[in-house]
């Protein structure tokens, strides 16, 4: 598509007069693409199908004679002030069972049907009118979807349509209760429209209905999003549909709704005030960059990269200079074929006037502007190579939103979180500048040398024969604790040793479990302890080796960690959560085990990631502190960008170039 770089732009925030300066300044800083309108439902349609898309025309065609192309957003998650008093039913209930009322945004019930209509109107209306302007070259539904729809909604529509969607799914109430396992406490149903949506409770919750109730939730948007992806490929079948995703949320399966779009795309706050530390660490955003690419298996755009200090009532830290540019070229290095920073200037008004964009509210281009163009003029260049080449990982992490929803009704320890676990896993590749790729537990895992599969605790027969097929043709697999424990409905499996049919694969059985709560243990592992925690399987050796041992707990001395062949492949089975340093040296032995190789060495915070296609590999070299670094490739490669190799400058970013045809 050739457009690589842009900016989120909200001309309905200023004057007028102001746009054609904000155009000039956009042209100057290298900007080929903006986003606008998806949360300017009121400028569009102030009254009930009274349409005015004329100023918006307006921006979209200025814009287009400074070389700019507009992608449009439905502003469907800030639905105005004149439908709430019309139908205030549209407004969502939490699982108080409280009203969440207009004043913010997502003030929206995604499956009612009133709301549907408007949506359908207003959609119609915006879609053709803008079909065949060339200013236009696609669109994004919604914004962020399942953002601030965390425990929504509870209200009579959304239970009816929960009701059909377990009518469906079990045919009959019978089916329900058994799978439910509605025995317990007495909450067996008669009929269908006896169930709630999940208010709150006096006490507990049956953890079937949750799991069913999370994929309902992420169904209800995947239609939501569908109810206006088929009005506009209807209306306007030349431009391309996407969406802006949260990295790892969970609200809406991101592999579902990506069957619906062009593309994905990604929004990204490193430096949020909600943070722990300055902002989130390196590796972290790396997996997110990473589990993005995996929703399509394809280069992805980020459509919101932080380019200002974030905060609405709390603000984070500024950026230092040099770190916005470091943090976009690892947006690229992980397959982003588009850069679009968020946002274009710090709005003066409402609850995002401290969201620091490009531009200060001076409107005056200061540093930020400078360093965005200085980035926009040294790379652009190669963006057009890079564009459709894709990391090719030797190494993948099975990521599923079921285990995660399965994890968050019964995190088991009160830190387990099934996301912190895969980024545990996913650190210790990334220390070692191993590449990985996210995978779904069902793909083709026969192109990975090495899959790690962390608590596979769902677990159905087709994924055993699938793990077991993978490692009986020369796989290299790694399992963890919690893995086969119950069935795809969230019951407890019965009448077998955990883990199930996988013992056989791992040639272990585990009769017993202790949960290191409010405590952490040892294992011995070489001749070394290391410090363990969360959770402890308590492993009977059927034919495998033992790799480390407890070395606390009533267990002391049994096997913690251990490894069996099987066939062409080998397994290994963690039996608990490794600490960093144990882990470090575990992926450290798994990737040596599986012939994985690491891209180079380097110390913390230098970042290195490789794209190819079928001719070139591209290496990319980030330093993403503040002090100067040293670093060594593990291959020869032609140096395209940067001072001089190995060694770099604070926030200094080096491009390499490789034949591999
Ligand atoms: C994103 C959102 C934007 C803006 C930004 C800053 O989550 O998509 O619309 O709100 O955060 O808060
Ligand atoms: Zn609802």
Redesign the pocket.
């Known amino acids: 598509m050739g457009i690589h770089f842009g900016v989120?732009y909200y001309p309905e925030h200023w004057p007028h007069e102001r746009w054609e300066t904000d155009a000039k300044l956009m042209q100057e800083m290298g900007v080929q693409v903006v986003r606008m309108a998806?949360?300017s439902w009121f400028k569009m349609e102030p009254e009930e199908g009274l349409f005015q898309f004329e100023w918006l025309e307006e921006a979209v065609a200025l814009l287009d004679r400074y070389g700019i192309k507009t992608i449009l957003g439905t502003p469907t998650a800030a639905p105005p002030a004149w439908i709430i008093e019309q139908n205030p039913e549209i407004q969502p209930i939490d699982r108080q069972g409280r009203r969440r009322h207009f004043g913010g945004?997502h003030h929206d019930c995604q499956s009612n049907a009133t709301y549907r209509e408007h949506i359908c109107r207003f959609v119609t209306a915006m879609s053709q009118r803008f079909a065949d302007n060339s200013g236009v070259i696609g669109w994004q539904i919604d914004?962020?979807l399942g953002?601030s729809h965390g425990d929504l909604c509870m209200c009579d529509s959304c239970k009816g349509r929960f009701q059909q969607w377990l009518w469906e799914k079990y045919g009959t109430i019978e089916h329900l209760n058994e799978t439910w396992g509605t025995a317990f406490w007495s909450q067996g149903y008669n009929r269908f429209s006896q169930i709630s949506t999940p208010l709150i409770t006096a006490v507990g919750e049956n953890p079937s209905a949750m799991l069913d109730w999370k994929c309902f939730c992420s169904d209800l948007i995947v239609d939501f999003a569908k109810w206006q992806a088929d009005i506009i490929r209807k209306y306007c079948p030349n431009h391309f549909i996407t969406h802006?995703y949260?990295c790892f949320d969970d609200k809406v399966n991101y592999y579902d709704l990506g069957e619906l779009l062009d593309f994905v795309s990604n929004?990204i706050?490193p430096a949020g005030h909600w943070q722990q530390q300055p902002h989130q660490p390196e590796n972290e955003l790396a997996a997110s960059h990473d589990v993005v690419r995996s929703y399509k298996k394809m280069p992805f755009w980020m459509?919101?990269q932080q380019s200002g200090m974030?905060g609405?009532e709390i603000m984070g830290r500024a950026l230092e200079p040099g770190q916005m540019s470091a943090w976009a070229m690892q947006s690229v290095a992980h397959g982003a074929d588009a850069i679009v920073f968020?946002?274009w200037r710090t709005c003066a008004m409402g609850?995002?006037q401290y969201?620091h964009g490009i531009l200060g509210h001076s409107g005056n281009p200061g540093r930020i502007f400078r360093e965005a163009k200085a980035l926009i003029h040294r790379f652009s260049q190669y963006m057009d190579d890079f564009e459709g080449s894709m990391p090719c990982p030797q190494a993948a992490i099975v990521h599923n939103f079921r285990q995660n929803y399965a994890f968050q009704i019964q995190p088991h320890h009160p830190e387990l979180t099934y996301i912190g676990q895969l980024q545990k896993y996913y650190k210790a590749f990334y220390d070692k500048k191993i590449p990985v790729d996210f995978v779904q537990e069902t793909d083709d895992l026969s192109k990975y040398q090495l899959v790690v599969a962390p608590l596979q605790y769902l677990m159905t027969p087709e994924l055993e024969q699938h793990y077991i097929d993978y490692v009986a043709q020369g796989g290299n697999l790694v399992l963890t604790m919690r893995t086969g424990v119950k069935d795809a409905t969230n019951l407890c499996m019965i009448n077998r040793e955990l883990p199930g049919r996988l013992g056989e694969l791992c040639g272990i059985e585990v009769p017993e479990y202790d949960c290191l709560l409010q405590t952490k243990g040892g294992v011995l592992y070489g001749k070394k302890e290391y410090e363990i925690e969360k959770w402890c399987d308590i492993i009977t050796l059927i034919d495998a080796r033992q790799l480390a041992e407890y070395s606390t707990g009533f267990y002391q001395g049994t096997p913690a960690i251990t490894e069996n062949n099987y066939e062409w492949g080998k397994v290994w089975y963690v039996g608990t959560e490794p600490g960093e340093e144990l882990l470090e040296e575990l992926v450290d032995y798994f990737a040596k085990q599986s012939k994985v190789e690491t891209l180079g060495t380097a110390p913390a915070g230098v970042e290195l990631m490789t794209r190819e296609d079928k001719e070139h590999r591209w290496l990319f070299v980030i330093n993403h502190t503040n002090e100067e670094m040293v670093y060594n490739l593990h291959d020869t490669y032609i140096m395209l960008e940067g001072e001089k190799e190995q060694f770099l400058k604070p926030y200094e970013i080096q491009l390499f170039w490789k034949n591999i045809s």
């Open positions: 989120d998806e949360f945004r914004n962020e953002n802006n949260m929004d706050y459509m919101e974030a609405w968020f946002r609850t995002e969201w």
